[in-house]
């Protein structure tokens, strides 16, 4: 492992200093990467309130600064906006970001859940380092936007690549059934009806493919979204024996699931504001509500 994902929104600051405590061990020069976001903002003397998006400049640089305190480090390896701001343009929350990568707060500067149209406009201003959509067999819908990024040479992070356990290969329809009422994925469709069911025909097609390469129906689920080869910026010609077994893997997953009953072309990606997180995966899936940030 050589990066960690987190927020600051996530347990409204708590997880920052939980990856603070885990670094603590390690000198900057053998610690982790640290990647973290910005732009949800949570009332202290009301942490049961919904975090409200934000894009105001003289937040934002607030924010670098509380996270930069409880991650307990001079500089952010990765800042990324979590979601669009509520109010503020595009390009006006993104000349921020890329002044605080200039000031060396941070080291590089990316949008999260964001579109191609808010690509385009944040591009403008200046190089987007990268974009961290949700991805995955089921949830193809952020296509667009990674062809983008190959196009612009900008890095791609996705998130739920399982589908927020969907395809782990250990979900069953009992499991859905008795998902407690206060977790997110009983009332969401994927997880539901005739959506479900076609899902889990889906993982179900996957079971000889991991067979067939000795891996797990996850190991392939994840293989598939690394096989595009999405450039990240900088990064070697993939041509490694372990991306080749992904390119073979994923391609037998192609195949698979282009022949398997038919999942959403666009599975929802959240309603209206979202790294891997229950296992870092899929806690972006709904609103945030601040207690139960994964």
């Known amino acids: 492992m050589n990066w960690i994902d987190t927020a600051a929104v996530y347990g409204l600051g708590h997880s920052e200093k939980v990856v603070a405590r885990a670094l603590a061990p390690y000198g900057d020069a053998d610690r982790p990467y640290v990647f973290t976001k910005c732009g949800l903002v949570w009332d202290e003397n009301d942490r049961g309130v919904e975090p409200r998006r934000s894009g105001d400049p003289a937040s934002l640089r607030r924010e670098v600064e509380a996270s930069l305190r409880r991650l307990g480090t001079e500089r952010i390896d990765l800042y990324q906006m979590h979601w669009p701001a509520a109010a503020e343009p595009v390009a006006e929350y993104w000349r921020v970001l890329l002044d605080l990568k200039a000031e060396g707060k941070v080291r590089a500067v990316g949008l999260s859940n964001h579109d191609r149209a808010q690509l385009d406009a944040a591009e403008a201003v200046g190089h987007v380092d990268s974009l961290q959509p949700p991805f995955s067999l089921i949830n193809r819908a952020a296509t667009d936007e990674i062809g983008w990024c190959h196009a612009h040479h900008t890095g791609v992070i996705v998130y739920s690549p ?101 999942t959403s072309p666009t599975s929802p990606t959240r309603s209206t504001a979202p790294a891997p997180d229950t296992e870092t995966e899929g806690g972006d899936h709904e609103p945030p509500r601040a207690p139960s940030w994964p």
């Open 162 to 262: 399982m589908q927020s356990g969907l395809l782990t290969g250990a979900f069953t329809a009992q499991r859905a059934v008795a998902l407690p009422a206060d977790d997110w994925r009983s009332r969401d469709a994927e997880f539901t009806g005739e959506q479900l069911h076609r899902n889990l025909a889906l993982v179900d097609a996957l079971r000889p493919v991991a067979d067939r390469h000795n891996s797990t129906v996850a190991s392939i689920a994840v293989a598939w979204c690394l096989a595009g080869a999405w450039p990240t910026r900088g990064s070697p010609p993939r041509s490694s024996a372990l991306a080749a077994r992904a390119r073979s893997t994923a391609g037998s997953a192609r195949r698979t699931s282009n022949s398997a009953p038919p």
